[in-house]
């Protein structure tokens, strides 16, 4: 008798970057805004795929900032007075990828650090973190 057998595959989860040469702001390792970013970090890769970018972020309080001229998306939150959290959405075979980029924000709009994260996860400039 032969029995019938079932495998499951399992579901495609988020994955979390940092973009390539990413360098932290003096300060930022042990600090209350390491923890935020690894909250956040934490809750990403339990995410199924099918879950969408947009609202996995604005559940985090990310704002959304777009830039006409660059054509890129990015969501930012902000971890201090002058520290910035920009997150994008990257895709490969394996599935979905969040791609973040910290800096220090000098509080102007044209800051180029917004549009990094989203620059580089287009690029495939980023290392997925192995977890």
């Known amino acids: ?3 019938a057998t079932t495998t499951t595959t399992p579901l495609a ?3 979390w970057a ?8 003096d300060g930022f390792h042990k600090s209350a805004m390491q ?6 970090k934490n809750d990403v890769i339990q995410r199924l795929a099918k879950e969408p970018f947009d ?23 902000k971890l201090n007075d002058c520290i910035r959290l920009v997150v994008a959405e990257a895709h490969d075979d394996v599935g979905p990828i969040m ?10 709009t044209t800051e ?11 690029a495939g400039h980023y290392k997925v973190q192995r977890l």
């Open 13 to 15: 989860k988020w994955r």
């Open 55 to 77: 609202v996995i972020s604005k559940e985090h309080g990310f704002h959304r900032r777009k830039s006409e001229r660059m054509g890129n998306t990015s969501h930012c939150i």
């Open 35 to 40: 923890k935020t970013l690894n909250d956040i």
């Open 18 to 25: 940092f973009i390539d040469k990413q360098v932290y702001p």
């Open 1 to 3: 008798m032969k029995f």
């Open 99 to 108: 791609v973040a980029y910290v800096f220090h924000s000098n509080h102007t």
């Open 112 to 122: 180029p650090g917004y549009g990094k994260a989203s620059e580089d996860a287009a």
